[in-house]
């Protein structure tokens, strides 16, 4: 019987014990993979010969995640988001079904529920921006389109929280097209229908991030084609139609990255499969023929100046302002070019109003035949830009 019990307290200690080492692992563990991550960092770093001062990513690591416990806090994330469906993040929110939701304090969510629409004095200054862009380009025998990539949540709707509910209005995108001349709505492009129609067919955004999926970008391209088809007719224009889509299952996106969950959360995408060979190339862009609104150091990610050339010289020039977006496109309306100059558009706001992207000397520069300006719909809930382009 003695050696009953003394077996049986051996057993509570060994029980014991493994709880310990597993509790100790659960704290360490985070730590050696943060050294290991940081020491790979800057082995790489040193190879590349862009060296940082002996050890400083190490001690930023511990500063940071181990005593400032970052890894607690993306522990905490993942559990609100995935337990909860809720989000840590305020410009965050978490949808059905795990949609995400990008909602920026001034682009967030008045403009979803409507609260917030055009004054009329805004929409005269609309009036006006159209107006000018419009002549200012048809005396430089310039093909200008407005491109509006249309917010995740106008496609889909139905997967935000059922508490989040909307005013039986207008959206200010609906004021916007409404309040257009005639002579300029050829010169707008509303990608919603088309991207309603591609939702209801196949997955168009990413559920974990803000963007349309390769997928969603291809039906935009379509209807950009289609109309710039109508602003300069040719064979120019025809679209890239050998390509096949198929779904993948992917990494989350920058929502997810957001909320700490990127390694928690998965997603769907398309890879696309091209039936015939893409004719153009990336080529340098010389900073001296770039424009004076494109002279930062500094841009976000993906957003530094590019340009694409073909061996086509029969095909237009062109100039795209864009934002993050216009990434996706990409892939296909460089083909449609003989050279294409990329610039992150100048509609990322200052003082709460959009800029003007007209960037003069850069146009006058490429001296381009067709002009592209691409904006997110959430920039419309800003004050509108300066009507004068010069």
Not at 240 to 255: K, S
């Amino acid at each position: 019987m003695a050696e009953n019990e003394k077996e049986r307290k051996g057993r509570n200690r060994r029980g014991e014990w493994a709880i310990i080492v597993l509790f100790l692992a659960v704290l360490v563990m985070p730590f050696l993979g943060g050294v290991w991550r940081t020491l790979v960092h800057e082995i790489r770093t040193c190879r590349t010969g862009h060296m940082a001062p002996v050890g400083s990513t190490f001690l930023h690591y511990v500063r940071n995640d181990v005593l400032g416990n970052t890894w607690l806090r993306n522990l905490y994330s993942r559990l609100v988001v995935v337990g909860f469906s809720s989000s840590p993040n305020p410009a965050l929110m978490v949808g059905r079904d795990g949609w995400l939701y990008l909602f920026w304090e001034r682009e967030s969510l008045p403009y979803y529920r409507r609260t917030r629409p055009f004054s009329q004095e805004d929409l005269h200054i609309w009036r006006k921006v159209l107006h000018n862009r419009r002549e200012w380009f048809e005396r430089r025998d310039i093909v200008y389109l407005m491109v509006v990539a249309p917010n995740k949540s106008a496609i889909y709707p139905q997967y935000m929280p059922k508490r989040i509910t909307r005013a039986d209005r207008p959206s200010r995108l609906d004021q916007f097209m409404a309040n257009l001349a005639d002579e300029d709505r050829k010169i707008v492009l509303d990608l919603r229908p088309a991207l309603e129609k591609a939702a209801a067919e196949r997955i168009a955004y990413f559920k974990t991030d803000s963007h349309w999926n390769p997928y969603g970008a291809y039906r935009a391209y379509l209807e950009i084609m289609k109309r710039l088809a109508e602003l300069r007719p040719g064979e120019w224009a025809e679209p890239i139609t050998e390509i096949a889509f198929l779904e993948v299952e992917c990494e989350a996106g920058d929502l997810a990255a957001m909320l700490k969950s990127r390694e928690v959360l998965r997603d769907v995408s398309y890879w696309a499969d091209w039936k015939v060979k893409r004719k153009a190339r990336k080529v340098v862009v010389a900073r001296e023929r770039l424009g004076t609104s494109q002279t930062g150091d500094r841009w976000p990610d993906g957003a530094s100046p590019s340009a694409t050339e073909t061996d086509d010289p029969s095909l237009p020039r062109g100039v795209v302002i864009r934002d993050s977006f216009f990434s996706a496109l990409m892939s296909y309306v460089p083909e449609h070019f003989s050279r294409c100059v990329y610039v992150w558009s100048a509609n990322f706001m200052a003082q709460g109003q959009m800029r003007n992207a007209i960037d003069v000397k850069l146009i006058d520069i490429e001296n381009p035949d067709i002009v592209i300006e691409q904006f997110t719909e959430r920039y419309l809930n800003y004050d509108p830009p300066d009507p004068d382009i010069e």
